[in-house]
């Protein structure tokens, strides 16, 4: 998600009611016509291949989980181009490409990205041998007019993968389910299915006492299939609650989470720019939900409602974009607890010296995830996007000590009505 200026500015009165304004929302700026239309649109699967191009002979493969490629054609003797489309247009310029290369003989290429519906965005990152590395830019060409960007390889027969971000496959996600299930208190429920029948996880930590008044924190992830800085950091967020640290422990004695870790299983999978299976950005159906991943994770919060034991303190939706930001429900708008993200950002920015924070508030007229969390249960929640082109370490870093922050800030508040 690129940040820009809200379109609309209404004027919301009271707690627990919607945010009304003198029009409807029919997207941000940066949103494509009709983005809150969430029925189904036509998709067009890209074709599975592998392709060769030239004399000696250089091969490309989309043929694994995560790939985007539509076509690869010689341009001269050394140049070649990736072609690259969308799942379905119009859509957000979150332009994802994937894919394997190897050559005949060793060679020097030049590897130019050409996108249709879309212009260049991301610093592409080579994959060899389970290390990712991003391009060095001084490798790089990039064409104001055309939009490509063209990048020079080192090619072999071995074959090395070219992507947007780091590519994540179903096996590496569910060994890390595992490795969260390890912990005792943490349990996996299939909560229902994609649009191509993939299973929704929910993870939950619980180890509260029973009968004991409990707060729930709510977390969400990967609605955008490129944005993987924030999946990441979703994922070491929870982490971090899972901890042995004692302000963990405290924490996990006093509130549950449920996490939803990965809720566009299909589009990841299948290397989608932004939308699910449905052609459908899953983040604009939070009203009226029409996609079965949006209705899976309402339907697993919604008995809190019923639950007289539980209340909902919070809520975090993770993304990525073009640079570290929070966009919070706006302060005039009475949350419980009240204006918890404005107390926890300036901790944030605090515990990350070296990370530059953005900060915009937004009313809560738009069907996102944050809001329906608001709208249904009256608690704060964020939006938090991570920075595209954080190293893995510096997303670590901002997620746990986040974590840790927003844990004390929480337990502070729950402490407050007891």
């Known amino acids: 998600m690129y940040k820009y200026t809200f379109l609309i500015l209404p004027f919301c009165i009271g707690f627990l009611l919607n945010c009304k ?21 036509k998709v067009q699967p890209q074709h599975r291949r592998v392709i060769g191009a030239g004399t000696p002979t250089v091969w490309v493969s989309n043929n694994f989980e995560g790939a985007r490629l539509n076509d690869f054609y010689s341009v001269n003797e050394n140049t070649y181009e990736v072609f690259i489309e969308p799942e379905n247009a119009p859509i957000n310029n979150s332009p994802w490409f994937a894919f394997e290369i190897w050559s005949d003989t060793s060679t020097t290429s030049w590897i130019r990205l050409n996108y249709n519906n879309g212009r260049h965005r991301y610093v592409p990152k080579i994959t060899i041998n389970d290390s990712t590395y991003s391009v060095e830019m001084e490798n790089t060409l990039y064409d104001t007019i055309s ?13 090395i993968l070219v992507s947007a971000q780091r590519v994540s496959s179903s096996e590496t996600y569910n060994s890390w389910l595992e490795e969260m299930l390890a912990h005792n208190f943490v349990s996996q429920t299939t909560i229902g299915y994609s649009k191509l029948g993939n299973p929704i996880k929910e993870l939950m930590i619980d180890e509260t006492e029973p009968g004991k008044q409990v707060g729930v924190l709510i977390l969400m992830s990967r609605q955008h299939p490129p944005e993987v800085s924030g999946y990441y950091a979703a994922r070491y967020f929870f982490e971090e609650i899972t901890s042995n640290s004692e302000l963990s422990k405290q924490f996990r004695s006093q509130f549950i989470v449920k996490s939803y870790p990965l809720i566009n299983i299909d589009g990841v999978l299948n290397g989608h720019w932004r939308h699910n299976a449905g052609g459908v950005d899953l983040n604009r159906d939070w009203t009226n939900f029409n996609q079965p991943e949006t209705k899976a994770v309402r339907d ?7 639950d007289p034991l539980k209340k909902v303190y919070y809520g975090i939706d993770f993304h990525s974009t073009n640079e570290n930001i929070f ?53 704060d929640a964020l939006t938090f996007e991570m920075d595209d082109e954080l190293s893995m370490d510096t997303i670590e870093q901002i997620a746990r000590s986040s974590a840790q922050s927003l844990m004390t800030l929480l337990l502070e508040e729950k402490n407050k009505v007891q």
């Not at 939009?147 to 074959?159: A, E, G, I, R, V």
């Open 21 to 41: 304004s003198t029009e409807e929302f029919t997207g941000f700026s940066y949103d494509p016509p009709n983005v809150t239309d969430t029925q189904d649109k």
């Open 147 to 159: 939009k490509t960007l063209t990048l020079k390889l080192q090619l072999s027969q071995d074959p």
């Open 300 to 306: 697993a919060l919604l008995p809190l409602l019923e």
């Open 327 to 379: 966009y919070p429900i706006e302060e005039s708008v009475p949350t419980s607890p009240d204006n918890l993200t404005q107390r926890w950002f300036p901790l944030v920015r605090t515990n990350n010296p070296s990370a530059v924070f953005a900060y915009e508030e937004f009313d809560t007229s738009s069907p996102i995830s944050k809001n329906w969390i608001y709208k249904t249960f009256g608690a």
